[in-house]
């Protein structure tokens, strides 16, 4: 143990021992001590506190300056964060907005044009077919006009009229064919599985 902390024992040991000679004061919770000499004892006792037990007292006393300074830059840093979070969310709100209104813009310029193009469709069939009929009317009111071309018109149509029934019948004639021919096959394989299970059940029979 160092001089200076047994000088510190030994002085706090007197001043202890001075306390406890001292002489009270009636009625009171007092004592009466020699100021001179307890001052004494108090700058010795001061003197004599070790360096590190000092730095430590210093440290003790920094410690509500250090704590002051260290939650003033926590609260900066906590401010500086939260305006910068502030900043990206307006931001950010800013840029989706934008990006919405520009997409709606192009929504609406893309209904546009395809309203234009379907219109300008529309009426070109409309045009398309309205020549067509004009067409059609006026080769009718020419065909009509022209007997002759009338009657072998007609002629034409009955001759490919007779000739679709022909065609028709002989089309149903062929599928009849082979209708039975698919049914007499179906009837000959009926006929060999009926014979196979038959002859089966008697083998199981005569077991």
Known sequence: MSTKRLMTFELLDRMEQMIAEA???PFYKRIMLDKEEFSSLMRRLEESIPVDVQNAKTII??????????????????????DEARFAIENAKREANAMVTDAQNRAAETVRSATEQA?????DAQ????????????????MVADSEIVARAQAEAQEMLESAHRDCEAYTARVHDSIN???????????????????????????
Request: net charge negative.
């Open 23 to 25: 002489k009270t004061v």
């Open 61 to 82: 006393d920094q410690e509500e300056t250090i704590i002051s300074e260290s939650n003033r830059i926590a609260e900066e840093t906590t401010t500086k964060a939260n």
């Open 119 to 123: 219109n300008a469709m529309v009426t």
């Open 127 to 142: 045009n398309q077919a309205n020549a067509l009929v004009a067409d059609a009317q006026a080769r009718a009111q020419q």
């Open 181 to 207: 021919q698919l049914m007499e096959q179906v009837d000959m394989s009926m006929s060999q599985q009926v014979e196979a299970v038959r002859a089966l059940r008697q083998q199981y029979t005569n077991l």
